[in-house]
Nanobody, 123 residues
Framework: QVQLAESGGGLVQAGGSLKLSCAAS????????MGWFRQTPRNERDFVAT????????AYADSVKGRFTISRDNAKNTVYLQMNSLKPEDTSVYYC????????????????WGQGTQVTVSS
């Protein structure tokens, strides 16, 4: 049974930082690409960042490029999202997701999802 558990969300002032973690209970974690998404007001999940199984390739949404960094530790079955220079518009529920296929921006490419963690950025 696959489980993804996000943590690290919270309330932070604009300009501050947070680091999200996603602990994965997946057999063969190191063969999965991982992604971070966030909920929109229309209840859709927007792409934030993705990382390849080995961690050698990453991709980011334009809105977070240069501020957010995705990384992973395959020995710990964990993926991270370091968020710096946070803005009020980054406020959302953040989800991690896993796919046995290639890394990508399309939420439909991901088979497994966590429950999400709330990030609130005050102005």
């Amino acid at each position: 049974q696959v489980q993804l558990a996000e943590s690290g969300g919270g309330l932070v002032q604009a300009g501050g930082s947070l680091k999200l973690s996603c602990a994965a209970s997946i057999r063969g974690f190191s063969s999965y690409a991982m992604g971070w998404f966030r909920q929109t007001p229309r209840n859709e999940r927007d792409f934030v960042a993705t990382i390849s199984p080995s961690g050698d390739r990453t991709a980011y949404a334009d809105s977070v490029k240069g501020r957010f960094t995705i990384s992973r530790d395959n020995a710990k079955n964990t993926v991270y999202l370091q968020m710096n220079s946070l803005k009020p518009e980054d406020t959302s529920v953040y989800y991690c997701a896993a796919t046995p296929r290639l890394l990508g921006r399309d939420r439909y490419n991901y088979d497994y999802w966590g429950q999400g963690t709330q990030v609130t950025v005050s102005s």
